[in-house]
């Protein structure tokens, strides 16, 4: 997938590594706009057709953790935190957050923009075409092809990883998949290394399909392995 044309959105306080960093996209094909602060963020995000978000989380007016979901409100594009911050909990808080990835600086222009590239496959990505679409399992049913996921008759809503995520575990068809297959079709290859994210986002689905998240009925962890769906 090509960088070309790509829009993206830039939220950095730092003057000289924004600067640079805009500098180096545009050299790269990228159309970007940039924000110094929280407030601009969410304007530029409200007005404009965006492809990628690059998020600093230190910035003057707000906490870029925070600004995450106000960003979501009014953007489906992906995002993708650039942050000095390297403490496992600071990660876990900005995906918990509903970040799509984090990059920890300082790095490489050539790992940002593999990283761009990845987000931007999963972001446009056609759904599995699973033999079986619709996946039924005691009052769960999770149907692909309308991108639909039920609970007692009642809809559930997930957030796009969530639900790429569950899709990937239907294609087990109840049968274990590794934390390295889950984390290769939802994150892509260059996350294979990356199981915090599989923890975070299984916690999370199993606080909206689970009555009991501790004792989960569809939603199996084979420790060490992976996880499967339930087949019965």
């Known amino acids: ?25 545009k050299e790269k ?3 970007v706009s940039a924000a110094s602060n929280g407030n601009q963020a969410f304007r530029i995000a409200s007005e404009s057709q965006l492809d990628v978000v690059l998020l600093d989380l230190g910035l003057p007016d707000t ?23 390297d403490q496992e909990h600071q990660k876990v808080a900005a995906l918990d957050a509903g970040a799509d990835d984090y990059l920890t600086k300082p790095f ?3 790992e940002l923009l593999a990283r761009i590239r990845s987000m931007r496959r999963r972001a446009t990505r056609i759904p599995p075409s699973n033999d079986e679409v619709r996946y039924e399992v005691g009052d769960l049913v999770i149907d692909i092809s309308r991108h639909q996921v039920l609970l007692d008759n009642q809809p559930i809503h997930l957030t796009p990883v ?19 297959q889950l984390l290769r079709e939802v994150w892509g290859p260059l996350h294979e290394e990356d199981s915090h994210y599989l923890r975070i986002y299984m916690r999370q689905l199993r606080g909206k399909l689970e009555a009991d998240p501790a004792q989960p009925r569809f939603l199996l962890t ?8 339930a087949s019965e």
Do not use: C, W
């Open 162 to 180: 969530e639900f790429k995520l569950l899709a990937a575990l239907t294609k087990g068809h109840g049968k274990v998949i590794t934390h390295r």
């Open 29 to 31: 094909g990228l159309v």
């Open 222 to 229: 084979e420790p060490g392995v992976g996880y499967h769906l």
């Open 63 to 85: 906490d870029g953790v925070s600004l995450i979901p106000l960003l979501q409100s009014v953007t489906r594009a992906p995002i993708l935190v650039i942050s000095a911050r």
């Open 108 to 110: 490489g222009m050539d």
């Open 1 to 25: 997938m090509s960088n070309i044309g790509l829009q993206v959105l830039l939220v950095e306080d730092d003057d000289h590594i924004r600067i640079s960093l805009m500098t180096t996209l």
